[in-house]
């Protein structure tokens, strides 16, 4: 009885605490589909509600995102958040960027996360072996090679697409020695996913301007 409670355990996906796998052992897309769909509407909730009580001041941090960040420094802030395993994501950043002209924009953003990916795959295989890479994996260490191992190069792209934290499946698939160049292929998805959330913020949030 235990054993198979550790078993249920090990196999919860650690966003949201959602179930990553099915009874089968395969991933289970229903759930992970309405998740990403849950989480593009709490993005979109949360900003909604923060800024009708912020409007004011949006256009003053707006103003000073344009003039300070710019699409180099905005570049700098995508690659950092999707190259290492820190708590946060880039979409933070959409609400305030809505007037910029999207297409530099989300070409933008989408290299610099696509180069992230990169990197945090090449910081897993060179680095992987050290017990400081393997203590911050740690957490989805299990889901995470689970997928590597059902998928491969593809565990990548859906990471790219959903929830599932990129940068920690790019450190994984560089632990596991997945083919770098699938690699690099697979963390083109972050065009498409950028893209989405993008369109998806910004027509959530079309009504408080």
């Known amino acids: 009885m235990d054993k198979k409670k550790d078993e249920n355990k090990n196999l919860r996906v650690h966003f949201l ?23 593009m509407a709490f993005f979109v909730l949360v900003y909604a509600i923060a800024l009708f009580f912020i409007k ?10 344009v003039t300070h960040l710019s699409l180099s420094g905005l ?4 690659l950092f958040t999707d190259m290492f395993i820190v708590p946060m994501s880039n979409d933070i950043i959409f609400p305030f960027v809505l007037e910029w002209n999207p297409i530099p924009l989300l070409a933008t953003m989408s290299l610099a996360s696509a180069l992230g990916g990169i990197g ?13 890479i393997k203590a911050i994996t740690a957490n989805f260490s299990s889901d995470g090679e689970r997928l590597i191992n059902l998928y491969g190069g593809w565990a990548v792209v859906i990471a790219g697409l959903t929830p599932i934290p ?14 770098p160049y699938k690699v690099m292929l ?9 893209i989405i959330y993008y369109w998806a913020i910004r027509g959530g949030l079309w009504f408080v301007f």
């Open 17 to 39: 605490s959602a179930p990553l796998f099915d009874d089968a052992g395969n991933l289970d897309w229903g759930q992970l589909i309405r998740k990403t769909i849950a989480l």
């Open 56 to 65: 004011d001041q949006y256009y003053v941090i707006g103003n000073w995102v």
């Open 75 to 78: 570049a700098l802030f995508v």
């Open 120 to 132: 945090g795959y090449w910081i897993g295989r060179l680095l992987g072996h050290l017990k400081i």
């Open 166 to 179: 990129f940068s920690t499946v790019c450190w994984l698939a560089g632990m596991l020695r997945v083919n």
């Open 186 to 194: 697979a963390t083109l998805s972050r065009i498409p996913r950028m």
